[in-house]
């Protein structure tokens, strides 16, 4: 699952670039000042891409970005700059810093989530590996895409964001019982609280779609779900296009 960081000090525009990213089942991490950028980049360094407000309380987000550069684990990640000035020479700089891509407020949450889509998939395609395979399915966290193999062929199923969240946390604790609390924290976020059903109703209708491949999925008395693959089965990791 794809993880950006969202450094943004407006409450306006930190819900509008939520729920323009909603959609891509990214997960979605903010902060509002230069000073918990810096401290967030010297602990994480796993974002797959970076969404910079450039005017903050404290400092301009072409700090962080130069932060970003220096650093070899993070240099290679994309960064979008969000700006509510369209000063070409302030562009002129985040460019020659390495920002790949600049907007200007009030941004389009259609267009900020095809650009954020496009980055996420370019960076995908860099990498030598990142698909994951049990048996006849595979999941590509990078593109959110999960496929079962039937009669040779792969073929891509559509599930919603929800769907492939709880499919993948699955798979990431595969053998291990899960709850319906860790679904939902690991689904929806840190503070929500839903029916049992609502977990179990989003688990039935993905069994649907990964037809052949939805034995994976085990159900768990009085607790909630697992994923197994088989005792003797030899997990792999392919190359994403593969």
Wanted: charge should be neutral.
């Amino acid at each position: 699952m794809p993880k950006i960081l969202l450094l943004e000090d407006a409450e306006d525009s930190k819900l509008l670039v939520t729920q323009a990213l909603k959609s891509t089942g990214a997960e979605l991490k903010c902060v509002k000042s230069i000073q918990e950028g810096f401290a967030l980049l010297d602990t994480e360094t796993d974002f797959d891409l970076y969404i910079l407000d450039v005017r903050l309380p404290d400092g301009s987000g072409i700090e962080v970005l130069e932060r970003l550069q220096e650093k070899e684990a993070t240099r290679d990640r994309p960064v979008i700059l969000l700006s509510g000035e369209g000063e070409v020479s302030t562009k002129v700089l985040a460019f020659r810093l390495g920002a790949d891509d600049y907007l200007l407020k009030p941004i389009n949450p259609a267009e900020l989530r095809a650009r954020v889509e496009g980055k996420l998939r370019k960076r995908n395609q860099q990498r030598p590996g990142g698909a994951l395979r049990r048996g006849i399915l595979k999941l590509d966290p990078s593109l959110l895409q999960a496929s079962v193999e039937e009669n040779g062929k792969f073929q891509v199923l559509e599930l919603t964001a929800k769907e492939f969240k709880i499919l993948f946390f699955l798979l990431q604790h595969e053998n291990k019982a899960l709850s319906r609390a860790e679904i939902v924290k690991a689904a929806w976020g840190e503070g929500v609280h839903l029916a049992s059903r609502t977990v179990d109703s989003h688990i039935c209708a993905l069994r649907r779609k990964l037809g052949p491949a939805s034995t994976f999925i085990e159900s768990i008395p009085s607790l909630g779900y697992r994923f197994a693959f088989g005792a003797n089965a030899t997990a792999t990791t392919t190359a994403a296009g593969e």
